[in-house]
C-alpha cells in the first residue's frame, strides 16, 4: 500500500510562494493521476490541482488557477505544488493523493499559513 508524505509547508507572508512536496513511498504512484487537496478546520477537504500520471495535463481549482502549478517526477514518485502569490485563504493543511478519487490512505499533511 501507498504512504503519502507532504512537506513544504510553512508560514508566508501574502504575495509569498512555497512549494510543497508530496513522495510516495511502498508502491509506485507513476502510473496514477496525481492531486493536491487542503483543509481548513471545520471545513471538508476540497480539491486544488491535479496532474495526469504522464505529467502532461493538469487541473486546478478555480480559486488557485494562474497562481498555482502541479508537477510530477515519477522516477522520484513525487508530486509537487508550486504556489505563488499566496493569499490569507490559501492557510489550510495541504495533502497530496490520487486524483480525481482518494485511493491512498491520507497522509499527515503539511500546513501553509499566509499573513495578511
Known amino acids: 500500500q501507498v504512504q503519502l508524505v507532504e512537506s513544504g509547508g510553512g508560514l508566508v507572508q501574502a504575495g509569498g510562494s512555497l512549494r510543497l512536496t508530496c513522495v510516495a513511498t511502498?508502491?509506485?504512484?507513476?502510473?496514477?493521476?496525481a492531486g493536491w487537496f487542503r483543509r481548513v478546520p471545520g471545513k471538508e477537504r476540497e480539491f486544488v490541482a491535479a496532474?495526469?500520471?504522464?505529467?502532461?495535463?493538469?487541473f486546478f481549482a478555480d480559486s488557485v488557477k494562474g497562481r498555482f502549478n502541479i508537477s510530477r517526477d515519477n522516477l522520484k514518485n513525487t508530486v509537487y505544488l508550486q504556489m505563488n502569490s499566496l493569499k490569507p485563504e490559501d492557510t489550510a493543511v495541504y495533502y497530496c493523493?490520487?486524483?480525481?478519487?482518494?485511493?491512498?490512505?491520507w497522509g499527515q499533511g503539511t500546513q501553509v499559513t499566509v499573513s495578511s
Open positions: 493523493n490520487t486524483a480525481p478519487n482518494a485511493f491512498a490512505p
Open positions: 511502498g508502491r509506485t504512484f507513476a502510473n496514477y493521476a
Open positions: 496532474i495526469s500520471y504522464h505529467g502532461g495535463t493538469t
